[in-house]
């Protein structure tokens, strides 16, 4: 168990890199009004909103918003994603043994 844990731990921790990585690299243009659509339903999530509120407003947010805007939107809205206090490791992921999702 001793090498399997290492590399489920390794896993797990990269996994949070490859998150953030991501969240930085969302960040560049162009952003759709889906990107924002997306985010949005994912901060509702994360606040405890059992509906998908947000789903289908891609249109709506497109349309409302001009690309500059969905940028920096887009940007103000994960920078609340980053600042999310991470929950940490999946310390069930590494001691059950399960597949990787």
């Avoid at 939107?73 to 940490?88: P, T, V």
Wanted: aromatic letters at 14%.
């Amino acid at each position: 168990m001793g090498q399997e844990f290492v590399e489920r731990y390794k896993k797990e921790c990269q996994r949070r890199l490859d998150d953030l990585k991501a969240i930085v690299q969302n960040r560049n243009p162009p952003i759709s009004g889906l990107d924002v659509e997306k985010l949005l339903a994912w901060l509702a999530k994360k606040a405890g909103v059992r509906e998908d509120i947000f789903n289908g407003y891609a249109s709506y947010i497109e349309w409302t918003f001009s690309a500059k805007n969905l940028v920096v939107m887009y940007g103000l809205l994960s920078y609340i994603e980053e600042d999310i206090q991470w929950a940490g490791v999946d310390w069930g992921y590494i001691f059950s043994g399960r597949p990787e999702e």
